[in-house]
């Protein structure tokens, strides 16, 4: 079997001891971002993208992935505990974690979350393994005209996770598409939308926007309200579920995975939707449906076996196609440009070492967290009692360095600021920016595919409805919008994440 | 009839953005053809959507069902952050490592209502140094830990 010597293979880079440092650092770092609220997977990796210049790119992508898995447990942590998903992806989990918590079972709920974060983990793993082969094949034979319908469909599918207006989604993935095309015309070598700034002609900065929205406009939002936060930590007394709990989290944790897993691979999709969705899908599968809302240790184990299946198999489309499906994957492309990889199918053939230490790290990542995190439990509610006026200075002072060290240049630490300003603004007029954001790292793409299929056809539109693939993707992408733009479907989502609130 | 506000800017924000930027492309940019797009054709067309998107935005406004709450905006902490990122981002060069964070901490501390110096104080200090250890001994940055301000 092919792919059980490349993960052969992976296993032997992910056990080197250095690649295991880096991932226990990841995966360290990410539990406590993911337990301190105001503090996401985004941020951080956007700020500690610097931090793996001097490494080598297996290092920093094994690190990297290991922030933004690594915050799903930590999420959930404190979404248990004290009722505060420190990231969205664990807003479902708090509902019946936090009764659970509430009923002295606060242990075993985290045990439910742990365990099925493991087995969606290993899960993830099989199948990103199984996956990625074929589909990287598959890749390899796209052309220009494949490559654009694609990134339609991907475009399209993140307005799925917008939760308010449609249209305002659409509205915002054009206005990233355009800001996106800030810099030189890679055809012509213009320079478009550059107002004379010199330091435009090489584009806006991707980092610089990520930590502006991300970083300085979450504190901004922070900041509106006023007082602290309240520590009314449950109490962790035993830890082991008894049996009949663990008797029932088996089949909602294969359910989970198998959601989230699915959803992770469409573009747009990833570990904040595949919660939702398993969460409600269990609500209505489930023989214990009544006790939903009120503790069920099925409502815990579903959508974090579901976040943490989307978080693993979302790496499929950037590392097979190179194209990002959510924002943290775009900064995971972004750190792989800065190593000199460009990211698509080619890096499967000519690195497989970086890929399938990659992903065998996942796997290994997973591990520790679940092996870490019961006897540091006490440690991680601790830094809950941090309180923001220390920490959002910091990551001001953090969120600068980063953004200045990448191009080694204040402008970009200026443009940080104004996207931080003119996304809170945005928010205020109740749009949403991870639409704006895929748009933006999407937009020079989506052209640059445009004009060459037009090119190779000759001036021909049809040529994206000729070709089989691309017309195929071209219809999943006008299904994703009219599914996601019926009322009935609409109603459904307001639902979903008004819950949630 | 209730208008919402909010639709109505929101919708105005996505036309004024693009007018200004149809402007520019149709001003410098050629648009090309089908078969050979320009450096104009694609963003006339983003343009364009965006004009349409706003304009539908902005009509529904007037139909708005129900009017959202802006919220207070925290002007404090808006003034305080840009003055603390501004500065960061100038005199980074100038100032070096370690004045430029604690000055940049101190600074953003001040965003918050409840602000003492004293405690701010030492939370940058303590930054400053964590920061300087990082990424100037860790990591290496080509930034100085003072800069040209401080004649050594």
């Known amino acids: 079997m092919e792919f059980i010597d490349n993960l052969g293979l992976g296993f032997s880079v992910a056990l080197q001891w250095q690649n295991l440092l880096y991932c226990l650092i990841g995966v360290l770092l990410g539990t406590v971002v993911g337990i301190l609220p105001g503090l996401g997977p985004l941020a951080t990796i956007a700020m500690l993208l610097p931090l793996t210049f001097g490494m080598s790119a297996t290092q920093s992508l094994i690190m990297l992935a290991g922030i933004y898995y690594g915050s799903q447990y930590g999420g959930s942590t404190t979404a248990i505990l004290i009722n505060l998903p420190g990231e969205s992806s664990s807003v479902v989990t708090a509902i019946d974690g936090y009764r659970m918590a509430q009923k002295g079972r606060g242990g075993p709920a985290l045990a439910a979350a742990a365990l099925a974060s493991f087995f969606a983990g290993c899960v993830a793993t099989l199948i990103i393994a199984v996956v990625a082969t074929p589909l990287t094949r598959l890749a390899v034979s796209f052309g220009a005209a494949e490559y654009f319908s694609l990134l339609l469909v991907g475009l399209f599918s993140s307005i799925a996770l917008a939760s308010g207006s449609i249209i305002k989604a659409i509205g915002m993935i054009c206005l990233g598409l355009l800001i996106g095309l800030t810099g030189t015309d890679i055809y012509t070598a213009v320079p478009r939308f550059t107002f004379g700034q010199q330091e435009l002609v090489d584009g806006i900065d991707f980092v610089a926007i990520a930590v502006g929205i991300f970083g300085i406009g979450e504190i901004l939002r922070n900041l509106e309200r006023s007082g602290g936060r309240e520590a009314g930590v449950a109490k962790v007394t035993s830890i082991m579920p008894s049996r009949d709990e663990l008797r029932r989290i088996v089949a909602p944790s294969m359910r989970g995975t198998a959601i989230g897993a699915f959803l992770g691979i469409l573009p747009g999709g990833g570990a904040l939707l595949s919660s939702f969705v398993a969460y409600n899908v269990e609500k209505k599968v489930s023989s214990n449906a009544a006790e939903f809302g009120n503790g069920a240790i099925e409502g815990v184990a579903a959508p974090e076996a579901a976040n943490n299946a989307g978080a693993q198999t979302s790496f499929i489309p950037m590392l097979s196609l190179g194209i990002p499906s959510n924002v943290v994957m775009a900064l995971m492309i972004g750190a792989m440009m800065v190593q000199g990889i460009v990211p698509g199918p080619e890096v499967l053939t000519k690195q497989p070492e970086l890929f399938w230490g990659l992903v065998a790290s996942m796997w290994v990542g997973n591990a520790m967290l679940v092996v870490l995190n019961f006897p540091l439990i006490g440690i991680w509610v601790r830094l809950l009692t941090i309180p923001y006026s220390v920490l959002f200075p910091a990551i001001i002072a953090f969120c600068c360095i980063g953004v200045y060290s990448v191009g080694n240049s204040g402008f970009d630490v200026y443009v940080a600021l104004i996207a931080g300003l003119i996304g809170y603004i945005l928010v205020k007029l109740d749009f949403e920016l991870p639409p704006f954001v895929l748009g933006f790292i999407l937009g020079p793409m989506l052209e640059e595919n445009l004009r060459r299929a037009l090119l190779i056809s000759g001036g021909d539109l049809s040529i994206f409805v000729t070709r089989p693939v691309s017309a195929g993707l071209l219809v999943v992408a006008v299904v994703t919008l009219i599914v996601v733009s019926l009322p009935a479907v609409a109603k459904k989502r307001k639902v979903l994440f008004n819950e949630s609130d | ?152």
């Open chain 2, 1 to 152: 009839m209730t208008l919402n506000w909010k639709d109505l800017a929101s919708g105005l924000v996505l036309i004024l953005v693009g007018l200004l930027y149809g402007y520019v492309t149709l001003e410098t940019l050629p648009l090309g053809s089908v078969l050979e797009m320009g450096p104009g054709s694609f963003p006339i067309v983003l343009c364009s959507l965006l004009v349409a998107i706003g304009t539908i935005i902005c009509a529904s406004s007037l139909f708005g069902a129900r009017e959202s709450e802006f919220g207070r905006v925290p002007w404090r902490a808006v003034f305080m952050l840009s003055i603390s990122i501004l500065l960061f981002g100038t005199f980074l060069r100038q100032l070096g490592m370690f004045p430029s964070v604690f000055a940049s901490v101190f600074i953003a501390a001040a965003a918050e209502p409840g602000f003492r110096p004293l405690p701010a104080a030492v939370i940058a200090l303590g930054l400053a140094v964590l920061c300087s250890l990082i990424f100037l001994k860790g990591i290496g940055l080509p930034v100085p830990l003072f800069g040209s301000f401080f004649p050594a």
